[in-house]
T-cell receptor, first 109, second 118 residues
Framework: QKEVEQNSGPLSVPEGAIASLNCTYS??????FFWYRQYSGKSPELIMS????GDKEDGRFTAQLNKASQYVSLLIRDSQPSDSATYLC?????????FGTGTSLTVIP | GAVVSQHPSWVICKSGTSVKIECRSL??????MFWYRQFPKQSLMLMAT?????????EQGVEKDKFLINHASLTLSTLTVTSAHPEDSSFYIC??????????????FGPGTRLTVL
């Protein structure tokens, strides 16, 4: 049973568009959720964390959490070629962290 | 804040030798550190979780005698790959979590160590 489900993609969007990345999870006890960005050959970098239902905005990034429906999403506005990377969704339950397999995003100039 | 370093960033070794990788939290005390392995174009695989001063907890299928983890201080954890073989070639990434506040809830990753075993 996978802990965190992500569409592996690849997801392609044109430059300037909104990229929408989605993640679902099965454990209702999850407390915290995270989005990481991983460039090829590099380690993951935390870009957003969200703990309560609703939206959280940080610059061009918006994380959305819906605990009732058990999904968390990441919207990237005004997508740039530099946003091309793999995006990992993660959740924390107790002391454990669970990562999805990642969604590959390509922003086409 | 919340910076994690790893050393070395890459290493090439001969089959049968041992390699030690260091993971340091530079500006916070890491009560918990995690070690991951990632093969090309694959997802992160958690190898083990270590708490300062305690034995590491290994994930199923990870040989604890082959991947020795030491978390002797609140800022340093080491992973030693013993008797490395070519199939151990991978990208090894550590992450750390602090003791309170946001750094307790979040994991911060080191830059990774690329190991190549000839």
């Amino acid at each position: 049973q996978k802990e965190v489900e992500q569409n592996s993609g690849p997801l392609s969007v044109p430059e300037g568009a909104i990229a929408s990345l989605n993640c679902t999870y099965s454990d209702r006890g999850s407390q915290s959720f995270f989005w990481y960005r991983q460039y090829s050959g590099k380690s993951p970098e935390l870009i957003m964390s969200i703990y309560s239902n609703g939206d959280k905005e940080d610059g061009r990034f918006t994380a959305q959490l819906n605990k009732a429906s058990q999904y968390v999403s990441l919207l990237i506005r005004d997508s740039q070629p530099s946003d091309s990377a793999t995006y990992l969704c993660a959740r924390k339950s107790g002391n454990q962290f669970y990562f999805g397999t990642g969604t590959s995003l390509t922003v086409i100039p | 804040g919340a910076v994690v370093s790893q050393h070395p960033s890459w290493v090439i070794c001969k089959s049968g030798t041992s390699v030690k990788i260091e993971c340091r939290s530079l500006d916070f005390q890491a009560t918990t550190m995690f070690w991951y392995r990632q093969f090309p174009k694959q997802s992160l695989m958690l190898m083990a979780t270590s708490n300062e001063g305690s034995k590491a907890t290994y994930e199923q299928g990870v040989e604890k005698d082959k991947f020795l983890i030491n978390h002797a201080s609140l800022t340093l954890s080491t992973l030693t790959v013993t008797s490395a073989h070519p199939e151990d070639s991978s990208f090894y990434i550590c992450s750390a979590r602090g003791s309170a506040g946001e750094i307790y809830n979040e994991q911060f990753f080191g830059p990774g160590t690329r190991l190549t075993v000839l």
